[in-house]
């Protein structure tokens, strides 16, 4: 071959690796996100862990207009490096909570990081007392290898549990903003 036709086949097969390669990252699909403890919890008075089956919750003392602050440990389980920018627009939507902000974290394959969710604790007016609300995952922003995003499922390590409190401790409450109980 002639020198010029050696380089133009150089240069294609190195661009046709490239786009294999990349093709195959986009393909590899979502980051893989897990969590575990140690946990720990503050802006409640009273936190408590139970287990039923094979359901962790961690009950905690509602305190209306409160911040919880959930700390937990996110793992990156994928072969590529993934930050975490926060939480997604969507999120479930748990009455007693509303799920505010998660801290960053940029995590390496195999990873772990401390990371803190904050719920605020707000809406027991417009339950019964002794209703409850669950907070169990959340919707995540990523970017995989510094240029993927996409949104991820985290499960929690725990599912958070509130019960709405007795009309002494919901001060914004009134005779019919609560249904009966």
């Given amino acids: 071959m002639r020198p010029g036709r050696r380089e133009a086949f150089l240069v294609a097969g190195v661009v046709g690796v490239l786009t294999i390669g990349a093709g195959s990252v986009v393909a590899g699909g979502s980051p893989e996100l897990s969590t575990s403890g140690p946990v720990s919890v503050s802006g409640t008075e ?84 002794r209703s409850g609300s669950f907070v169990s995952s959340l919707n995540v922003r990523t970017v995989e290898a510094g240029v993927l995003q996409d949104v991820v499922t985290v499960v929690l390590p725990e599912e958070i549990h509130t019960g709405s409190p007795r009309e002494a401790f919901c001060p914004r409450s009134t005779a019919t903003s609560r249904p009966q109980g």
């Fill in 46 to 129: 009273a936190s408590g862990v139970f287990t039923i089956a094979d359901r962790t919750v961690r009950q905690v003392r509602y305190d209306d207009q409160g911040l919880l602050r959930y700390r937990f440990a996110l793992i990156n389980d994928g072969r590529l490096p993934v930050t975490v920018t926060g939480l997604a627009g969507t999120q479930s939507d748990p009455r007693l909570f509303d799920i505010a902000t998660l801290t960053p974290a940029a995590l390496s394959p195999g990873e772990s990081a401390q990371v803190t969710l904050t719920l605020e604790m707000n809406g027991c007016e417009s339950l019964s007392s």
